[in-house]
């Protein structure tokens, strides 16, 4: 018969309390949070998708502050395409009162002054800034894009930025955008001719169009140094068809009013349905929180009710343990010499 020594009956005690207080205390620590999972060993496969839902948290965090601020810049930006519209309009009714003959010269310069009036509000409104950045100057936006004549010095870039996964909306238009029509933004291309090649002694000569390469590289720069007119320019125009009483040009404006007021209309209708986009991302990512939540739940929470099952058999279990070794300890040197 084997004897087992006082060690090894310490060492199996040992470790038998040990054990039963690791389950108990990892029970306590579940019970106090109510997460199943405290640890990646307590579930591997979950916790590699706990990581990913938290991941896409934080994106979903992320995209909500983007579309926050998307969402002001375009208001900012609707806002002052809706003033440089009800300006459009106003100018317009004034072109068409005064395109008749109905009027002297005194009563058009006296309207002259409203008009002018009406440019230094649209020159404003194109040197608008949100926070310390010009709207309307495209990438160069810490440079004021129109000067006192209303010529414009950004560029015609747009900044976009993300709202969902891989799906980015504009959040500003440039002064190209908002101030020129297309119709100004492309220029034709006309090309020089030179005369045909005369007949000489009755020989017959083909007639060529030549074109020089000079001369094409200069009309080039001719049509490229063309200014090209903006809203402003057109006001002005009206201003100045107003001053010199020349009913003849204000007429001619109304239908340049009229493509500049389109442009308006068709930019305020792109800033809708952006907006409109943004608000669909927007609800798609508070749908796609809640399922993760949900998600998250079903991975990490513990069952309450087993959970405290569990740790109240395994108090009983440890209070067990606690007695058989109070009894296995307690001998004394009479107990080993029965």
């Known amino acids: 018969m084997t004897r087992v020594s006082e060690q090894s009956s310490f060492h199996a005690i040992n470790h038998a309390v040990g054990k039963t207080k690791s389950r108990l205390e990892d029970l306590q620590l579940k019970g106090a949070n109510l997460k199943r999972v405290q640890k990646p060993s307590d579930d591997p496969l979950g916790n590699t998708e706990l990581l990913a839902i938290r991941s896409q948290d934080v ?37 068409i009162g005064q395109a008749s003959n109905f009027y002297d010269a005194d009563i058009r310069k006296s309207v002259s002054k409203e008009v002018e009036q009406l440019k230094k509000q649209m020159i404003s409104i ?5 926070g310390n950045k010009y709207v309307f100057a495209g990438h160069k936006n810490l440079s004021k894009p129109f000067n006192e004549k209303g010529e ?20 500003n238009f440039s002064g190209k955008d908002v101030f020129f029509t297309d119709s100004e933004s492309k220029l034709a291309d006309k090309k020089p001719k030179l005369p045909a090649t005369p007949i000489i002694e009755g020989e017959e000569v083909k007639e060529m169009e030549q074109e020089p390469t000079i001369n094409r590289s200069l009309a080039s720069e001719k049509v490229e140094q063309r200014p090209q007119k903006s809203i402003i320019h057109h006001i002005q125009a009206l201003e ?3 001053t010199t009483n020349n009913p003849e040009i204000i007429q001619g404006l109304l239908p340049v009013l009229d493509k500049d007021m389109d442009n308006l209309v068709r930019l305020r209708t ?20 809640l399922l993760n939540a949900e998600y ?43």
């Open 59 to 95: 994106d979903n965090e992320q995209f909500g502050r983007n579309i926050s601020f998307a969402k002001a810049q375009l208001a900012f930006v609707e806002n002052a395409i809706e003033e440089l519209t009800n300006i459009v309009s106003k100018a317009k009714e004034l072109a």
């Open 126 to 130: 194109g040197n608008r800034r949100m």
């Open 152 to 171: 414009y010095f950004g560029d015609g870039n747009s900044t976009n930025i993300e709202v969902s996964k891989d799906f980015f909306v504009p959040i």
């Open 240 to 242: 100045d068809a107003l």
């Open 270 to 289: 792109t800033i809708g349905s952006t907006i409109n986009s943004i608000d669909n991302a927007f609800e798609n990512i508070e749908k796609t929180k």
């Open 296 to 338: 998250k739940s079903n991975i990490e929470d513990a069952d309450v009710a087993e959970l405290f099952t569990d740790l109240t058999r395994q108090q009983s279990t440890l209070e067990a343990t606690y007695k058989a070794s109070a009894q296995l300890m307690n001998k004394s040197l009479m107990d080993f010499m029965r």
